[in-house]
């Protein structure tokens, strides 16, 4: 791993010039390629994380974000689709340092993991088919508005856990995002907000989703086909250590959402994102709730590197 980084200018780095991680070795973007009988790619065999650093312009520093539980829960969930990482999480957060240093970050950037059936074959299992393993990293402002967001509860339910492993970041399982999210995209909304099988309120298309009501602030269980968010875990103890309120986990109904004084999503893109509208219904008065915007601050001084108690969540790059 001798290569050195690409030119590049203050706005970022070209995708095709940039360096990433693929079957063992640091390649460019544009030589990091996949047949078109790939398994993962005809049936949606893979898994992924998407784990965010942070730009301290300050101190000149860029932090991970809980990089080693990231790549703890993809070991996890390689296992439900038959694979094997072949990296432990040391050596994989010491690639992705090894990459954002290579690539030169001085912004907020996004890690993308991906592991998936690698054959050019036609037939669909599991056992017996060879993995692919990449790392690609880029440049990333906030994935929804962190300002306000109008919602839509989508007529597209959630998947069951019964059907397919819900908990886990598999590739084919965003099909069920992406219908939701144009759904609510091309009818003039921002965001969609699933349900699940028997209309308990679940997530939205890439976001856990919290509500408060005269004070408290609930939250789906996993047992409503959550994904069990990193950021969401994070949320809830900062909520509770920083903010000295109680998160209760419950299932929630969909008129639960109307009457609520507050909604706001969490995850590694969306961070903590307000909705002000759900279903052209005012949420509250209309505008981001104070709890929430507590939080959000509270969470972007934790993630920046302004928050010493949390140092052990944020890996330092440079």
Not at 3 to 23: C, L, M, Y
Not at 140 to 163: A, F, K, Q
């Amino acid at each position: 791993m001798t290569q050195t980084a690409p030119a590049k200018h203050d706005a970022g780095i070209e995708r095709d010039r940039s360096w990433v991680f693929f079957n063992g070795e640091v390649v460019l973007y544009a030589d990091a390629k996949v047949g078109l009988l790939t398994h993962g790619l005809n049936y949606g065999t893979g898994i992924f994380e998407g784990i965010r650093a942070y730009w301290n312009e300050t101190r000149k520093q860029l932090y991970v974000l809980r990089m080693p539980e990231h790549y703890e829960r993809m070991h996890n969930n390689a296992r439900a689709l038959q694979m094997a990482i072949p990296h432990g999480i040391d050596e994989l957060c010491a690639i992705t340092k090894d990459l954002l240093r290579r690539n030169g970050f001085r912004e907020d950037a996004y890690i993308r993991p991906l592991c998936f059936k690698a054959a050019e074959i036609i037939g669909v299992r599991l056992h017996d088919v060879p993995d692919s393993f990449g790392i690609v990293t880029s440049p990333m402002g906030p994935y929804v508005g962190t300002e306000g967001i109008r919602c839509l509860v989508s007529s597209w339910r959630r998947i069951d856990d019964t059907m397919a492993p819900v908990r886990m970041k598999c590739t084919g399982l965003y099909v069920n995002s992406a219908l939701a999210k144009s759904e609510a995209l091309q009818a003039g909304f921002d965001e969609a907000i699933m349900l699940t099988h028997d209309g308990h309120v679940s997530e939205g298309s890439a976001e856990n989703i919290f509500i408060v009501r005269k004070g408290a602030i609930f939250t789906p269980p996993p047992s409503d086909n959550i994904l069990e968010g990193i950021t969401r875990s994070a949320a809830m103890h900062l909520v509770r250590e920083e903010m000295g309120l109680e998160v209760e986990e419950r299932s929630i109904d969909r008129t639960e959402l109307y009457v609520a004084d507050e909604v706001f999503f969490v995850g590694t893109g969306a961070q903590v994102a307000p909705v002000v509208e759900i279903d052209r219904r005012r949420i509250g008065d209309g505008e981001p709730g104070p709890l929430t915007m507590r939080l959000q601050g509270v969470y972007s001084d934790v993630v920046t590197g302004h928050n010493p108690k949390y140092e052990e969540w944020l890996t330092p790059v440079y």
